[in-house]
């Protein structure tokens, strides 16, 4: 098979996949029936491009193949199908007052983080439905079996059917809190990659690019929702430096350490103007925050020109909106460390060394173990570090820790 | 159209703890709910208190066990239900919250769709 057709299946899977899905959705009114005719559809293109070209469209050429599938299916299957719950469709187009655009995609998204489902199932149908990760990938992203995800991702679509989840995007009165979950779930799928949790490997670019593009869609689809230009901005200013996190070796580089020349130029700009743009039109979001403090990092030519005043006074912003997060805390009081020198930093994480919330995080070790070593004070410092270590499951992770510990014991 | 029964949780023992004022408040909120519902509910009850359950089940022999009391012993019961007609799940979702049990720290509601046989 060529290559460059192989190319562009896989260029019209991640483009186009949730397109597909969706619009099949809406005439199957049933998301396995799409799910399956959207794979279908890819499969032929494998064949047929091979021998007749990629066609101008491939979107439209796939949407066609998947739509005129679907339509066999039910023919055959009538009878049988009147039995089966199905997807509430809705066909009228949101006003617009909605500010909204009828997209089909919008719709799978809305369905798959709607709030009757749990975050964990919400995750899996998005990357599953939206991003098309086959099911063995969205298992190992949760590190279950995939027989396990298979199940999970088989009782959501039951549940969607029988519990007559609508297949819309939410009216007006609930768009609000219904955004809000679609963006923790985008930003929970980009989290997950950002620092797998456990692992061989640091990052799941798989993960990140799958949250960038949901972004990138959510923004296309809904351009005036500040809320969803800053997490995009978020996501693209950390991603920006995701080629310098590690070294040559794989070894872990911290952002002190890192090789600025290698931050992508490109993604710290559009970040930026995204988020000046969200924080002009409207009262900073959590995620245009947070991505206040990455652009803070992303634009200081040196680790030594960080702008920490800033950096501490963002984390107190976000710590008005977000009181009973410990990590923003921890974050705080880092940052504090940073600026003030290291015994600042250990006296601002003192008052979190007893939240039950933190007591397996492995970063709040990790950080106390620095401020000592840097402090002098090495046995205490070798106990923090080896704490730190028993707490962390990733590979890069385990292994800067335990370099460290090393240097503390041996010197 | 689809059926979905609203199941009412709370603790019996703060129900019973409310005072003639909040049941009063109590009622214009279920009132307020079965004003917004109008004719999307088909039945709704409210339960007596769950020592005046008898449950039945199997006793492993051709006989079945009787017991005094809920099937489940939990701090939290049943108070009453609903059963609602309504096209999807969100239209459910945006009358419920009228309910006071949904604002209670104690109560709950939960929704269950109903089975339908064609």
């Given amino acids: 098979m060529n290559d460059e057709v192989v190319a562009a299946v896989a260029e019209a899977h991640r483009r186009e996949w949730a397109r597909i899905v969706a619009t099949t959705a809406r005439l199957t009114r049933d998301l396995d029936l799409a799910e399956e005719c959207a794979q279908d559809a890819y499969a032929q293109a494998l064949r047929v491009w091979a021998e007749s070209g990629v066609p101008q469209r491939p979107g439209g050429w796939l949407t066609e193949v998947a739509r005129n599938r679907a339509r066999d299916v039910m023919r055959r299957e009538a009878r049988f199908r009147r039995a089966l719950p199905l997807l509430v469709t809705d066909e009228t187009v949101p006003g617009p007052e909605d500010g909204l655009a009828a997209d089909d995609r919008l719709r799978l998204i809305f369905t798959c983080c709607h709030p009757a489902l749990d975050r964990a199932t919400q995750v899996a149908l998005t990357l599953r439905l939206v991003s098309g990760l086959s099911t063995a990938e ?8 995939e027989a396990t995800m298979a199940a999970r991702i088989t009782r959501a679509k039951r549940k969607i059917a029988t519990a007559r989840i609508p297949y819309r995007v939410p009216s007006s009165d609930q768009l609000g809190t219904r955004v809000g979950a679609v963006l923790q779930v985008v930003h929970l799928i980009f989290t997950i990659g950002h620092t797998a949790p456990d692992g061989a490997q640091l990052v799941r670019r798989d993960l990140c690019t799958s949250a960038i593009d949901l972004a990138r869609l959510l923004h296309l689809l809904m351009p005036t929702d500040t809320a969803v230009s800053a997490l995009l901005a978020l996501l693209l200013l950390n991603e920006a430096r995701a080629a310098s996190r590690l070294g040559p070796d794989g070894s872990l580089r911290l952002l002190a350490d890192q090789d600025r020349s290698s931050w992508d130029a490109g993604l710290i700009t559009e970040g930026v103007a995204l988020l000046t743009d969200a924080l002009r039109r409207a009262t900073p979001t959590r995620y245009a925050v947070e991505a206040a403090i990455a652009a ?3 634009e200081a030519p040196t680790w030594a020109d960080t702008d920490w005043n800033e950096i501490i006074a963002l984390y107190g912003v976000l710590r008005t909106m977000w009181p009973d997060s410990p990590v923003v805390q921890l974050n705080q009081a880092v940052a504090i460390g940073m600026r003030d020198g290291p015994q600042a930093g250990l006296d601002a994480l003192e008052p979190l060394l007893g939240d039950p919330a933190l007591a397996t995080y492995q970063y709040l070790s990790a950080a106390r173990a620095d401020f000592l070593r840097r402090l002098g004070r090495q046995p205490e ?31 | ?7 009412i949780h709370g603790d019996a023992a703060q129900w019973d703890a409310m005072t003639p004022e909040q049941w009063a408040v109590h009622h214009a909120a279920h009132a307020a709910f079965r004003e917004a519902a109008g004719d999307r509910i088909v039945g709704g009850e409210q339960l007596e208190p769950a020592p005046t359950a008898t449950t039945v089940r199997s006793g492993g022999t051709d006989e079945p066990m009787i017991t005094d009391g809920p099937f489940l012993d939990a701090k939290e019961g049943l108070g009453g239900f609903y059963l609602l007609e309504a096209a999807d799940l969100d239209e459910v979702l ?14 709950a509601v939960e929704i269950r769709p109903v089975v339908f046989h064609g």
């Fill in chain 1, 138 to 145: 969205v298992a190992r992203a949760f590190l279950v079996r």
């Fill in chain 1, 296 to 298: 803070v990092h992303a």
């Fill in chain 1, 381 to 411: 410092a070798a106990t923090a570090y080896a704490e730190a270590l028993t707490l962390t499951a990733n590979d890069v992770e385990r292994r800067y820790l335990a370099a460290r510990l090393d240097e503390v014991v041996h010197g």
């Fill in chain 2, 1 to 7: 159209m689809a059926k979905y029964m609203l199941l």
């Fill in chain 2, 94 to 107: 945006k009358l419920v919250p009228l309910l006071p049990e949904v604002h209670a720290a104690h109560s």
